[in-house]
């Protein structure tokens, strides 16, 4: 692997496109003030993944008027302050930085945060000190733009060529595949649904995109994951989901829609569970059984604003089987 280092400037799509844009409110990276202007630190401070940011701000405002869950944004100002005191820390972006957050807060008994977002599994089982509470369906495909020559459908063997970067070029458009920042949950798997690794993925990758910016595709090769769900958000913009699509269009895989009538298509191929992680000696605390343990907690409960945030409601939702040490 050879980390490449690029800058990315967003797309410029049009007038029609630019005027959206400065409609669209960017989403709160933290819990709005109390009305009084206070600090709203409330019961429950969770970090972590891009791609459940949003739907967890909504979750947030939703259960218990407000007042329990508080989320933090992947990315924002470089430190966060999740309690009245001693609680400067900084801002974890993606599921891997912010389980790495949740298990630094346990291990030192801080008291900072109690549950991280994750857009995977568990990729450390040696203890059983985490658990993995899923609470929705995502899936992830491949991103283009939209007036690109690039097809707007590929196979699981032409995606993996692409990444290996044995393709370079597909309709006479040369390829630049791009992949999300490192500690990214989309990341890691959709390098999995390919059946690459960190260590497989090609040195003409350009690893260094945040996850699910559609701005980022700024030229005519640029291909990309990107969540179907928070793709769907970002159409729909429920809440203050900022619509970070610029130019880009999902693509199909394997002769599968990624959207159907609106909606995740949960038979695409690269589908996940999304989690919320806490810690494994915690699940019996009040506030966090009942937040996300089991199929009536207040999570699961809310399948409205997960579906509104484009994510599809499983029958598992609130399990506390999934158990590891990251």
Do not use: W
Not at 129 to 142: E, R
Not at 234 to 261: E, F, I, Y
């Amino acid at each position: 692997m050879n980390v490449k280092s690029r800058v990315r400037i967003g797309a410029v799509v049009g007038a029609a496109a630019l005027a959206l844009g400065a409609l669209a409110a960017p989403a709160s990276a933290d819990p709005a003030p109390n009305s009084n202007g206070t600090p709203n630190y409330r019961v429950l401070a969770g970090v972590g993944s891009d791609t459940t940011q949003d739907v967890f701000n909504g979750l947030g405002t939703s259960i218990n008027s407000g007042s329990l869950v508080a989320s933090y944004n992947a990315t924002g100002s470089t430190t966060i302050k999740t309690r009245a005191t001693n609680c400067v820390i900084p801002r974890p972006n993606g599921s891997s930085a912010g389980i790495n957050a949740l298990r630094n807060a346990v291990d030192n008994n801080t008291g900072c945060l109690d549950f991280a977002r994750s857009s995977r599994g568990v990729s450390n089982s040696s203890t059983t000190d985490l658990t993995f509470i899923p609470f929705g369906k995502d899936a992830v495909t491949f991103a283009v733009r939209g007036n690109s020559a690039l097809p707007k459908a590929l196979t699981t063997a032409q995606l993996t060529s692409i990444y290996t970067c044995d393709t370079t070029s597909l309709n006479g458009v040369a390829l630049t595949p791009l992949l999300p920042q490192a500690g990214s949950g989309t990341r890691s798997f959709f390098l999995g649904a390919l059946g690459l690794t960190e260590d497989t993925f090609g040195s003409c990758v350009d690893d260094t995109v945040q996850e699910h910016n559609g701005e980022a595709l700024n030229s005519a090769g640029d291909i990309a994951p990107y969540s179907i769900a928070q793709y769907i958000a970002q159409t729909n913009q429920p809440g203050d989901v900022a619509d970070r699509r610029g130019a880009s269009v999902l693509g199909s895989v394997d002769g599968v829609q990624p959207v159907t009538g609106g909606a995740l298509n949960t038979a695409f191929p690269y589908n996940r569970d999304v989690y919320n992680v806490v810690p494994t000696n915690k699940l019996t605390t009040a506030n966090i059984a009942d937040t996300f343990v089991g199929g009536t907690s207040k999570v699961c409960q809310q399948t409205a604003v997960i579906n509104d945030y484009g994510f599809g409601t499983i029958a598992n939702c609130g399990s506390t089987v999934l158990k590891g040490e990251s």
